[in-house]
């Protein structure tokens, strides 16, 4: 089966970051079709509330100076009331974002930590999400048919089977790969964002993770939410 294969390819993805210091932080970038406010929002540890970092912008050009907060931390911008980019904020410099709001064509780089969740993104979709939307399509378009023949019942069975071993071989990916890699902050990423499904799993997980960097947004977010 090509994703038992490939479970392990990627897994010598190393994050070597390190948990940024408080100052002033920049980002800038250029959205050629914003004709209203553009918003950096991110929730604060010690509240649990959304917080407005910054929210001027001039002349369809981006240029923030946002006040210190603990990096990393996950941000996201809103423009034209709704929210069009969320990536996670690293580095006080060299962060950028821009493109096109209309056909929600934003990109945002600069940021070691988003470039490398970004890349494990891409292999996801690639070798899980991918075959499981060709799957769930099929198994859609089976279900819809008013008759089914044994062939067709058979068929539909192999693919709810083939489903769950995709589903399951992806969550053992995810948790392989933190557990391969405790130390380093995307991983606080991977257990809020890809193992939701599972609390107790989270639970253990972040306990066993030996991050020095204890004060970011990130962790601290994560800590308060699986308490």
């Not at 917080?51 to 001039?58: F, P, R, S």
């Not at 070798?127 to 060709?134: A, D, R, V, W």
């Not at 539909?156 to 769950?164: A, D, F, I, N, W």
Request: charged share 30%; hydrophobic share 40%.
């Amino acid at each position: 089966m090509r994703v038992v294969s490939r479970l392990w390819v990627g897994i010598g993805i190393l994050f070597l970051l390190q948990g940024c210091g408080s100052g002033e932080i920049k980002v800038e970038g250029e959205f050629t079709d914003l004709s209203g406010e553009m918003r950096l929002l991110a929730v604060m540890p010690s509240l649990s509330d959304t917080l407005n970092i910054v929210g001027k912008i001039q002349a369809k050009k981006v240029e923030w100076k946002i006040p210190a907060l603990d990096m990393p931390a996950k941000v996201w911008i809103e423009a034209e009331g709704k929210r069009v980019v969320e990536f996670i904020l690293d580095q006080k410099k060299g962060i950028r974002i821009g493109g096109t709001l209309k056909n929600d064509s934003v990109v945002v780089s600069g940021g070691k930590l988003e470039k490398e969740y970004a890349a494990l993104r891409q292999f996801l979709k690639e070798n899980y999400e991918s075959p499981l939307e060709e799957i769930n399509h099929s198994v859609s378009r089976m279900l819809g048919r008013s008759k089914r023949t044994s062939s067709d019942e058979k068929r539909l069975s192999r693919l709810v089977t083939l489903r769950g071993h995709y589903e399951y071989y992806r969550n053992v990916y995810i948790k392989k790969l933190v557990r391969a890699n405790l130390s380093h902050e995307l991983s606080l990423v991977l257990i809020e964002e890809e193992l939701g499904d599972s609390v107790h799993v989270q639970r253990q997980l972040f306990q066993d993770l030996t991050i020095e960097n204890k004060n970011s947004y990130l962790y601290r977010i994560l800590e308060k939410r699986l308490q």
